[in-house]
T-cell receptor, first 111, second 114 residues
Framework: SAVISQKPSRDICQRGTSLTIQCQVD?????MFWYRQQPGQSLTLIAT?????????ESGFVIDKFPISRPNLTFSTLTVSNMSPEDSSIYLC????????FGSGTRLTVV | AQSVSQHNHHVILSEAASLELGCNYS??????LFWYVQYPGQHLQLLLK??????LVKGIKGFEAEFIKSKFSFNLRKPSVQWSDTAEYFC????????????FGAGTQVVVTP
């Protein structure tokens, strides 16, 4: 199965700033997924990132807040914009048609 | 909209006890089913998955799960737990309507006492 490198692994950010999270896969994949895990909660899908097209966002998530780039078949970024303490979560990327491998996550704390 | 329900939010049991975690989903079509585990401070790991075929699926670390289509269930089991099984367990579903997207249950926190 694919190996995913996600960075940063954690960060503490000031409110009002933005953070870009990177996800690098060791093989080419068509679809990449970004999830959020709020403290004490389960995982929620933010968006699906396809190479060469705009990301598709789930209900409750918008591009202005979570812009996504997918420049090629092995890389994607998620930006958390204009952060507030409510954005403090673990953000994970995922790939895979069969098995759905997850990155190690980015633990974001907004102060 | 589909949903995934995990019956227990918190389970405490002793080492060597048997574990069964319930998972039900609401979707009438073809599903792919997963169990993930998240050990304290670590990232999600896939325990096992079901796509088709034998409804009894064996995974890593001695876990197994049974898909019962008529009950829309995919319960996770382990005959004898160890202290190292202390973790949070997530059931997840993907469907033909939402290919590639995983819908997660709320998770079950399992604590195994020595």
């Amino acid at each position: 199965s694919a190996v995913i490198s996600q960075k940063p692994s954690r960060d503490i950010c000031q409110r009002g700033t933005s953070l870009t999270i990177q996800c690098q896969v060791d093989s080419q994949v068509t679809m990449m997924f970004w999830y959020r895990q709020q403290p004490g909660q389960s995982l929620t899908l933010i968006a699906t990132a396809n190479q060469g097209s705009e990301a598709t966002y789930e209900s409750g998530f918008v591009i202005d807040k979570f812009p996504i780039s997918r420049p090629n078949l092995t890389f994607s970024t998620l930006t958390v914009s204009n952060m507030s303490p409510e954005d403090s979560s673990i953000y994970l990327c995922s790939v895979g048609a069969r098995g759905y491998t997850f990155g190690s996550g980015t633990r974001l704390t907004v102060v | 909209a589909q949903s995934v329900s995990q019956h227990n939010h918190h389970v405490i049991l002793s080492e060597a006890a048997s574990l069964e975690l319930g998972c039900n989903y609401s979707y009438g079509g073809t599903v792919n089913l997963f169990w993930y585990v998240q050990y304290p401070g670590q990232h999600l790991q896939l325990l096992l998955k079901y796509f088709s075929g034998d409804p009894l699926v064996k995974g890593i670390k001695g876990f197994e799960a049974e898909f019962i289509k008529s009950k829309f269930s995919f319960n996770l089991r382990k005959p004898s737990v160890q202290w190292s099984d202390t973790a949070e367990y997530f059931c997840a579903v993907s469907t033909t309507d939402s290919w590639g997207k995983l819908q997660f249950g709320a998770g079950t926190q399992v604590v195994v006492t020595p």
